[in-house]
Antibody, heavy 120, light 106 residues
Framework: QVQLVQSGAEVKKPGSSVRVSCKAS????????ITWVRQAPGEGLEWMGG????????TYQQRFQGRLTITADKSTTTAHMQLSSLTSEDTAVYYC?????????????WGQGTLVTVSS | DIQMTQSPSTLSASVGDRVTITCRAS??????LAWYQHKPGTAPKLLIY???TLESGVPSRFSGSGSGTDFTLTVTSLQPDDFATYYC????????FGQGTKVEIK
């Protein structure tokens, strides 16, 4: 059973960057992928990208290319999502999730979500 | 990118109703299709993966079917706890979600 615990809420200025953390426990961190999903107010779920620590490989949704960076620290079993050049449209709840397996697939386990507010 | 289109966007139903939500992909996703239930203030919950495999602990009134580009989520007898928003997700090529279907009380 995998558990994911995310870092706390953030308030950021337009043009800045935000880094959200996702601490994993249970299972073997190196053997499962981590995906990031967000939900803006009044909107649906949006798949952003993911990482497979076993291979060190990342996949990003095209629209986030260039300003999204997903990393994984095996020593602390923590994944990080950094989003730069923030605008008000990036205000959302950000979730980390995993399939519990090495591929980026269905999402069996979820973090509790982190609210990121972008406001001047 | 593969686009996922759900219908309807909103569905009004009563307890005990049979409910069907459809999801259409812009190209074949070869069966790599999942369904989630999402309630406000909580994380989404996986219901079904690989088109029709029920996640452990999910009631058997939920079922999934389909192939290629067209998929369906069916709830045979809607319960009070089932009023929520439902999303499909393809994970054949990268990944993407449908826009969601809100199931509300009639």
């Amino acid at each position: 059973q995998v558990q994911l615990v995310q870092s706390g809420a953030e308030v950021k200025k337009p043009g800045s960057s935000v880094r959200v953390s996702c601490k994993a426990s249970g299972g073997t961190f190196n053997t499962y992928s981590i995906t990031w999903v967000r939900q803006a107010p009044g909107e649906g779920l949006e798949w952003m990208g993911g990482i497979v620590p076993m291979f060190g490989s990342t996949t990003y949704q095209q629209r986030f290319q260039g300003r999204l960076t997903i990393t994984a620290d095996k020593s602390t079993t923590t994944a990080h999502m950094q989003l730069s050049s923030l605008t008000s449209e990036d205000t959302a709840v950000y979730y980390c999730a995993t399939s519990g397996a090495f591929y980026l697939g269905q999402l069996d386990y979820w973090g509790q979500g982190t609210l990121v507010t972008v406001s001047s | 990118d593969i686009q996922m289109t759900q219908s309807p966007s909103t569905l009004s139903a009563s307890v005990g109703d049979r409910v069907t939500i459809t999801c259409r992909a812009s190209q074949s996703v070869t069966g790599w299709l999942a369904w989630y239930q999402h309630k406000p203030g909580t994380a989404p919950k996986l219901l079904i993966y690989k088109t029709s495999t029920l996640e452990s602990g999910v009631p058997s009134r939920f079922s999934g079917s389909g192939s290629g580009t067209d998929f369906t989520l069916t709830v045979t007898s809607l319960q009070p706890d089932d009023f929520a928003t439902y999303y499909c997700q393809q994970y054949d090529s990268s990944s993407s979600f449908g826009q969601g279907t809100k199931v509300e009380i009639k």
